[in-house]
């Protein structure tokens, strides 16, 4: 779908060769590319609800609103399934598995009023080789550390509710 025509490309004002690609996708199958290869996300908020899809580092949930996050959905690249653990108000440690592209599943509750506090991601399968991070926002701490795969982001008995998260691929 992707054709480097040359390796010697040279642009004026350019000091050093450039590749030279044609692409020979539409611009709708060139969407439809970068969202199976990009991972996507959205919170339920305290109030607000699901708020709409992010992806690849933007925020999901809230900021400076004093609002809890009560739920995630993470829709992952073509070919990555992940294993997520999430730490809710009451119920304590949770494991979600079998998360892929397109299978929404619910992390954490809706209805019930009940915060995340915390959550560990974790690749299951992941062919693409890039690390996964996140970093969340929680109350009175603000954005904590960013997280690699597998750490715990958020906080556990202290009763701090998890605000906001951003996940990526480096």
Not at 8 to 15: I, N, T
Not at 86 to 113: D, E, F, L, R
Request: aromatic share 8%; proline share 3%.
């Amino acid at each position: 779908t992707i054709h480097q025509y040359t390796s010697v490309l040279q642009l004026p004002g350019y000091k050093s060769n450039l590749d030279g690609n044609i692409c020979y996708l539409t611009a709708e199958q060139l969407k439809a590319y970068a969202v199976s290869n990009s991972i996507r996300y959205r919170a339920h908020c305290q109030t607000h609800g699901w708020k709409e899809w992010v992806s690849n580092g933007e925020i999901a949930g809230t900021t400076g609103e004093s609002k809890r996050m009560e739920a995630l959905t993470i829709d992952p690249p073509s070919g990555v399934e992940l294993e997520v653990d999430a730490h809710m108000q009451t119920i304590g440690w949770k494991t979600y598995k079998g998360i892929v592209h397109g299978n929404a599943i619910t992390i954490g509750t809706t209805g019930q009023s009940k915060r995340l506090e915390a959550i560990r991601i974790r690749c299951v399968k992941n062919p693409t080789g890039r690390k996964l991070k996140d970093q969340v926002h929680v109350q009175t701490y603000g954005w904590m550390a960013p997280c690699s795969e597998g750490e715990t982001a958020g906080t556990t008995g202290i009763a701090k509710r998890m605000e906001a998260i951003k996940i990526w691929f480096e």
